[in-house]
């Protein structure tokens, strides 16, 4: 199938954008292309993911719990071990419920959205 739009960006929802603009900049090796109080980008330079201050955010309550998560994002990794020690250098946390850590870890940022670790195949 053909489409026709490419995605060129995410935006994430949280309460401080330059914390989690360093923070997936050090995880995936992007360079921060903006940075201010209420609004911050990462780049590869073909994609990007960008942060946006909410002054009324609450973190997602994952799995389960009165703050929804709203998205998640999946990387890709070659160890889940050693990716889950570099990320919660960075300050991410190992998520309690763990559906399938054979395969793929829930970590949570500093913001509190869980994403996942997952092993590459």
Do not use: N
Request: glycine fraction near 8%.
């Amino acid at each position: 199938m053909t489409g026709f739009a490419t995605l060129i960006m995410v935006s994430i929802d949280c309460a401080e954008p330059p914390v989690l603009a360093e923070f997936y900049s050090e995880m995936l090796g992007w360079e921060v292309t903006h940075t201010q109080a209420e609004y911050a980008m990462v780049s590869d330079g073909k994609t990007s993911i960008g942060f946006g201050q909410i002054g009324s955010y609450e973190k997602p309550t994952w799995p389960e719990g009165p703050v929804p998560k709203q998205f998640h994002l999946d990387f890709y990794v070659d160890d889940l071990a050693d990716a889950e020690e570099r990320a919660v250098k960075l300050g991410a946390t190992r998520a309690e419920f763990q559906p399938a850590p054979e395969r793929y870890l829930v970590l949570i940022d500093p913001a509190g959205h869980p994403f996942c670790a997952c092993l590459r195949s």
